[in-house]
């Protein structure tokens, strides 16, 4: 008997028959198995150390921040808290259609690679 491996969460499993109740009991994993079949380039990707909440405010912070952190790249007002710096964005319109430009300008580029 060899170990499996669930390609969506990555557990391993004691066998196929293990796989399979595992399919059935984590519907998110089996509707990667079947839906979400990796290229064989996918394969060799590394696992995400990330989550993509984590990832995406990575994105954000890059395109929002100045020389400082917590500074407005835009108006140069500087925050106390990264928060803080994000609710400005609620109330500077201006300041949010620039950060919103450069975080499409972002994606853009790593839609490129």
Known sequence: MTDVQCKSCLKILLSEGALIIHYDKSPLCRKW?????????????AVPTQTIQQLAMEYVRQAITGEKECECKFCHLSFATFEKH???????????RMAHREFKLRMKKIGDK
């Open 86 to 96: 994000l609710a400005h964005y609620d109330a500077s319109m201006i300041c949010n």
């Open 33 to 45: 198995a079947l839906q979400c079949a990796l290229t064989p380039d996918e394969l060799h990707e």
